[in-house]
């Protein structure tokens, strides 16, 4: 078993930045890849964001791209989000999930933290 606890969310205004993070436990976190998805209201859960687990290789979704930036923190079983430039259209619940490699879906998932953009 894997538990994943998320922080950092909250409530800022648009052009405005937040850092996330996720803290792993349970498992030898630095074998695993790491992702960052959302979910906005009423809509499905989306990809934003993945660390391999060297840290050398991320991954984005278009949405993000050049606006956020995934790192971590082997030595802390640390997963970060650093969100700049945020826009309305971010807000959402975050979740981290872990996964043991590329090729697995996604197997234990944070309980998330609500990230709100203001106009």
């Known amino acids: 078993q894997v538990q994943l606890v998320e922080s950092g969310g909250g409530l800022v205004q648009a052009g405005g930045s937040l850092r996330l993070s996720c803290v792993a436990s349970?498992?030898?976190?630095?074998?695993?890849?790491m992702g960052w998805f959302r979910q906005a209201p009423g809509k499905e859960r989306e990809f934003a964001a993945a660390?391999?687990?060297?840290?050398?290789?991320?991954y984005y979704a278009d949405s993000v791209k050049g606006r956020f930036t995934i790192s971590r923190d082997n030595a802390k079983n640390t997963v970060f989000l650093q969100m700049n430039s945020l826009k309305p259209t971010d807000t959402a619940v975050y979740y981290c999930?872990?996964?043991?490699?590329?090729?697995?879906?996604?197997?234990?998932w944070g309980q998330g933290t609500q990230v709100t953009v203001s106009s």
């Open positions: 660390i391999n687990w060297s840290g050398l290789s991320t």
């Open positions: 349970g498992r030898t976190f630095s074998y695993y890849r």
């Open positions: 999930a872990i996964k043991p490699n590329a090729a697995a879906v996604y197997q234990y």
